[in-house]
């Protein structure tokens, strides 16, 4: 499956968590993660997330796409996204899009910002059901077992306590849903 991450998902580990987890453990679970599934990152998220910061074994992990300029201009949604976005959150929608216009339906990009989020839900409803945000993607990981059950309920509640921006009750609705569903 292809995960195409807003730059909040590796800032999240490489700046958020500093301070909460040690750097080996988030450097282990990015790893483990972007070894599991296919990571496209879009150009602005790899400038926003100042991704050369990633050790080799991360970056190695990490597929560097660039969103055609023809594919976007053809989508009047996409523009309409344009000027209410920052770059990065653009491009990834572009990107969604993109893939779902040619049929691709094996991917979730993950987007954290309110605002973005609520776009996607108003002006492209058929990517709701592929946009993920960064704990609600967690949450996948677990369920798929490609993160342990308790390790991520535990970073789960870390990334609660740090300086990413995210609401208790997500976190909360996510662990539960970790718990009915991981046996």
């Known amino acids: 499956m292809k995960v195409i991450p807003d730059s909040s998902f590796f800032i999240c580990f490489v700046d958020d968590l500093e301070g909460y987890l040690p750097v080996t453990d988030r450097i282990q679970v990015l790893t483990t993660i972007t070894g599991k599934f296919e990571f496209l990152v879009v150009?602005?998220?790899?400038?926003?997330?100042?991704?050369?910061?990633?050790?080799?074994?991360?970056?190695?992990?990490?597929?560097?796409?660039?969103?055609?300029?023809?594919?976007?201009?053809?989508?009047?949604?996409?523009?309409?996204?344009?000027?209410?976005?920052?770059?990065?959150?653009?491009?990834?929608?572009?990107?969604?899009?993109?893939?779902?216009?040619?049929?691709?339906?094996?991917?979730?990009?993950i987007l954290d910002d309110g605002v973005a989020r609520n776009l996607v839900k108003r002006i492209l409803p058929?990517?709701?059901?592929?946009?993920?945000?960064?704990?609600?993607?967690l949450g996948?990981?677990?369920?798929?077992?490609?993160?342990?059950?308790?390790?991520?309920?535990?970073?789960?509640t870390l990334i609660g306590k740090s300086k990413f921006r995210v609401d208790q009750a997500t976190i909360s609705t996510v662990i539960t849903e970790i718990h009915k569903r991981c046996v």
């Open 43 to 109: 150009s602005a998220v790899e400038q926003e997330s100042n991704l050369q910061r990633l050790p080799a074994q991360i970056q190695d992990n990490l597929d560097l796409v660039k969103i055609p300029a023809s594919g976007i201009q053809k989508d009047p949604s996409i523009e309409l996204l344009r000027p209410l976005l920052g770059k990065g959150e653009h491009e990834v929608i572009s990107c969604a899009q993109i893939h779902l216009q040619k049929g691709d339906i094996r991917f979730v990009f």
């Open 126 to 137: 058929a990517l709701v059901s592929h946009m993920k945000g960064t704990v609600g993607f």
């Open 140 to 156: 996948y990981c677990a369920i798929q077992k490609v993160l342990d059950k308790n390790g991520t309920i535990q970073l789960l």
